[in-house]
C-alpha cells in the first residue's frame, strides 16, 4: 500500500465513509461536535454502546499527500499562510486583546490561537507525544496553594480515577515507549519505543554527567505494525504534517472508522454547529450551517462538545436562551474563564559539530525530572529534544534566538553551516491559570454565518514566567553539557497575551461546585445533564507535558458513564 518514491513516502489516506447533508436522519441519540481527540473517542464509545451518533466536523477531510509535504502551509508553520486544515480563512475571525491592543486576527495569525479544523482534529498532523499527567498535577492548588491573582484549583478527579483509561487509551491507540518515569510505577506499554536518534544519544550521555534521569519519549506513532497500521517510516516530516503510512495514531485511523464500522455512526464534514437548541429548558438539538449556507437543526437525546477549548465555550455562549441569557450552562460567568495552553521553556545550541540527523520523529530522548519539586517553583515541566525542524523552522530558530543574521549573504551561508548543527532542547510548563485569561464573545464581529466570534483576552501569569526561566535554564545546561559552544533560551515574548498557542484548554473546567465550574465531574454541563463536554476545555490544570493521552483517557471516562447510562 505504501512506498518510496523519488519525492519521498506516498500513500492513501484511511477511507472513511462521509455522508451527504441529503442522508440526514431527523434524529439522533447523540450528537457529537468536533471529531479530534475528544469526539473521535466520544464517538466510538458511543456507536459500540448501541446508540446513533452523528458526528459534526467544521472541517474537511483532505488527503494524506496534501497534508504530508509542505513546509509552509501546515499548522506549524510560522510563514502566515493558510494551512490545509485552516478553517475559511476569511470566513472566521476572532478578536485578540494583547498588549491591550484589539486586533481581528485570521486563523493563519498567532493570535488567532489555531488548531487543527479537520477529520481527527489536531490528531490528523501533532507530534503525538503520549505523557500521563501525574498524580500531583491532580492536586496543584493543595500542593502549593493558590497564587495571588490565579485561579489555580485542583481537578474533582484524582490520577487513580483517570489511571484506567490512560492504560485503556495507551492500548486502543497504540503507544510506543519503555513505559519508566520516575513519576509512576512501570508499565508495559503495547509497542517498544523508537530508536533513539543520533541527538538523543549526546543528549543521554549529557544527563548522565548532570546527574538527570532520562526515558524514551511516549508516543503515540508505531514502533512496529500495529492494529492493521504500518510502523514509522522515521522520515523528517512529522509534526504538523500527517503521517505517510498512518503509523502516527489519530483518531481518523483508530476510533472513527471504529465507530463507522458499527453502523451507527454518520460522519458529517464541512458542517459548523452554529447554538445548542433549547425547548422548554432542555437541549432537544443542535443547528447546523455549511459553507452554502445550507441550514437544518437535527433532534437528539444526548450532545458531545468536543470543538476545543475555544470554540467549545464559543458555542455554548452562542447558545443562549431566555432561562440563560449569558449563554448555555453560564448563569455563573465561568464559561470561556481560565483559558490555559502551555508556555513552552528551551534553548537552542549550536554544535562544532554536525550532530543533527533529520531522523524521525526526531523527539527521542527527554527528562522529567523537574515536574514537581522546584524549589520556588509551583510546578515544572518536562524537556525532551526537539522535533526534526524543516528548514522554515531552522531558520526561524536561529534567528530569533540571534544566533545567526536574518538576511544577506551572511545569513545564508551561517544557514547552510549551522542547520546540521542545531539542537534544540524544548519542553511544556505546567501553567498557573487566571479567570483573566479567557474566550468571550464578541456581537460586533461575525463569521461568515452571522454568529459572533470568540474574543481572546488576558494574561500569563507572574508564576508562569518564573517556571519558563527556570525550566529554559536547566535546558541550557543540558545543551552545554552536550557540548554545545553558543546557546539562546526561549524567550517567552509578552506576557499581556492569553495562552492560545499549542494545548489548549480549560475554559470549561470540571468541578463540584457550580458556582466555580462547568461541568460535574462526569463532564456534565451543570444545569443540562443530557450535555456533556469530551474535550480540554475541561482540564482544571493542563499538567507539564503534552497533554492529548489525557484528552483521550478523560473523554474515554466521560463517555463510558453516559455509555452505561449512570447517574
Sequence with gaps: MYKRQAGGWTGASTELTLTPRSALAERY????????????????????????????????????????????????????????????????????????VTSYPLPPDGDWGNNAFT???????????????????????????????????????????????????????????AGVDPWHEPREL???????????????????????????????????????RAACVRCGQCVGFACPVEAKSGTHNTAL???????????????????????NGRVVGVALVDGQLWRRTIECAEVVVAAGASETPRLLLNSAHDAEPNGLGNNHDQVG???QAHVYAGAVG?????????????????????????????GGGMLANEFVPTPAATYDYLTGAGLIP??????????????????????????????????RIDPRTR???????????????????RAQAFMSAKANDWLLAAGATRTALASIGTTSRASTGQHQAGTCRMGTDPAHSVTDPHGRLWGHNNVRIADASVHVTNGGVNPVLTVLANALRITNHLARGSA
Design 406 to 439: 536574518r538576511a544577506g549573504l551572511a545569513g545564508k551561508q551561517a544557514m547552510q553551516r549551522e542547520a546540521r548543527r542545531m539542537l534544540r532542547v524544548v519542553g511544556p510548563i505546567q501553567e498557573v491559570t487566571s479567570p483573566d485569561s479567557r474566550i
Design 119 to 177: 477529520v481527527g482534529g489536531g490528531t490528523r498532523v501533532y507530534g503525538a507525544q503520549a505523557w500521563r499527567f501525574v498524580p500531583l498535577d491532580f492536586r496543584m492548588a493543595s500542593t502549593y496553594g493558590v497564587p495571588e491573582g490565579s485561579g489555580l484549583a485542583d481537578w474533582p478527579i484524582s490520577y487513580d480515577d483517570l489511571a484506567p483509561y490512560y492504560t485503556l487509551a495507551e492500548q486502543r491507540f497504540g503507544v510506543s515507549g
Design 337 to 339: 474563564r481560565y483559558l
Design 190 to 228: 503495547p509497542m517498544p519505543p523508537l530508536p533513539r536518534t543520533g541527538p538523543a544519544h549526546r543528549l543521554a550521555v549529557a544527563a548522565e554527567t548532570l546527574g538527570w534521569g532520562t526515558l524514551d519519549v511516549p508516543l503515540l506513532i508505531n514502533s512496529v505494525d500495529y492494529q492493521g
Design 29 to 100: 441519540d447523540v450528537v457529537v461536535i468536533g471529531s479530534g481527540a475528544g469526539g473521535g473517542t466520544a464517538a466510538q464509545v458511543l456507536a459500540e454502546s448501541g446508540r446513533s451518533v452523528l458526528v459534526v466536523e467544521a472541517g474537511r477531510y483532505p488527503t494524506t499527500q496534501s497534508l504530508a509535504h509542505d513546509h509552509l502551509r501546515n499548522p506549524r508553520s510560522v510563514a502566515g499562510l493558510p494551512a490545509v486544515t485552516d478553517p475559511d480563512p476569511q470566513g472566521r475571525p476572532r478578536v485578540a486583546v494583547v498588549d491591550g
Design 257 to 279: 472508522p471504529a465507530a463507522l464500522a458499527t453502523g451507527n455512526c454518520t460522519l458529517l464534514t464541512e458542517t459548523t454547529a452554529e447554538r445548542l437548541v433549547v425547548r
Design 350 to 378: 549550536l554544535f562544532d559539530d554536525e550532530l543533527t540527523d533529520l531522523i524521525g520523529p526526531g523527539v527521542s530522548i527527554a527528562t522529567c525530572d523537574f515536574r514537581h519539586g522546584n524549589d520556588g517553583i509551583i
Design 447 to 465: 463569521d461568515r454565518f452571522g454568529n459572533p466570534v470568540a474574543k481572546i483576552s488576558g494574561s500569563i501569569h507572574p508564576e508562569d514566567v
